[in-house]
């Protein structure tokens, strides 16, 4: 079940990007679930991992190989390659090996990216007989058929896709994500694929995205668990007219904003796909002492299975955001000054519950499919969001049956 408007856009192609896909039958038959991406000679590519100390395989590998202009990424979905150790290392490098014989390219230009069931040695063979499929389907406008190879526990393709102008002259940004569950970041069992055709140095490429995964993929969860496989990969082929983005320049600002977009918008989708999700809840902390506080705040509401689980039964049971509020280890909180409010109805003041508030009003808010809860801590002047979703039956069900 999807929270809201989910409908996969129309995705612009990339000048330099190709992809194809295909079905090795890691764990289902039903779908592809091989993908391969590639980049023409020349691109630069970014990336940002989990920070999860049990992290995959592919992982280490991703991270190594990006030291090498890569020119290729591999994704399956089905298997996590994750909890293998010395046999995932080599599982994960010789699927490099056999996208490099595939493509007559070189093993350490290939990123391999892997997500599903962990512990579980990765089907090689599997991997390799697919590959030449996947290859000879290599094509720009393929992004719908990655983003449905990707999925795993996912209930639809996620993608995005927009034009900026700088200079008089378009440049493109399209990716895809997926994850539904473990998602808690830094960064969370989700896997992010953006593209762009803007000239940028490497250097500075990165610097977007780790800024722009710490503002969206880093302000998502679902369920608190960090997984071991997240990555966020942004290409950037340089094949725009526009000139080159330099640092602190006015098309740097608007590239950033843009890089930014398409990344929350990315991060957005995966939790209107959480796991039996049936709300979609945006936490702001206003007023905080620094960015720092109003995430820990943010993430203790959002964390809290007690609020999760009355924003599901639809229940404005507001004692529970501020007892989540109240242990968020904010010290010197002055009670009295905290506001908190459940869209525009004020629900606690002056350290106690507000006089205006009514259960009516209250019940009005959660009787909606998606909610904004405010809190005001009057400490500063920091801002920041954070998404999540309600915990349903769903939830439990889909994951107690996740094996099987």
Known sequence: MAVGNVEFPKMKPIAGIKLGTSNAGIKQTERDDILVVEMVE??????????NAFCAAPVHVAKENLKHSPRWLLINSGNANAGTGKQGMLDAKASCSYVASAVMGDADKVLPFSTGIIGENLPVEKIEKALPEAVSNLQQDNWMQAANAIMTTDTFAKGASITIELGGCPVTLTGISKGAGMIQPNMATMLGFV??????????????????????????????????????ILMATGCSMAAEITEGSVHYHVFLKGVMDICKRLAELIVRDGEGATKLMHICVEQAKNDAEAVL??????????????FFASDPNWGRILAAVGRSEIEQMDLDKVEIYLDDVCI?????????????????????????????????????????????????????????
């Open 195 to 232: 593209a762009t055709d803007a000239k940028i140095s490497q250097s500075l490429l990165q610097k977007c995205l780790s800024l722009a995964a710490e503002q969206s993929f880093n302000r998502i969860t679902v369920d608190g668990d960090t997984s071991t496989n997240d990555a966020c």
């Open 42 to 51: 020349g691109a630069v590519c970014a990336g940002v991992f989990t920070q």
């Open 297 to 310: 705040v943010a993430k203790t509401i959002a964390h809290s299975p007690l609020v999760k689980t009355a």
């Open 348 to 404: 606690v003041q002056k350290g106690g519950r507000a006089e205006s508030y009514t259960e009516e009003r209250g019940q009005q808010v959660m009787n909606k499919e998606e909610i904004l809860i405010r809190v005001v801590l009057a400490r500063g002047s920091a801002m920041q969001e954070v998404l999540t979703c309600d915990l349903s039956y769903d939830y439990v069900k889909i994951n107690a049956e996740y094996r099987t």
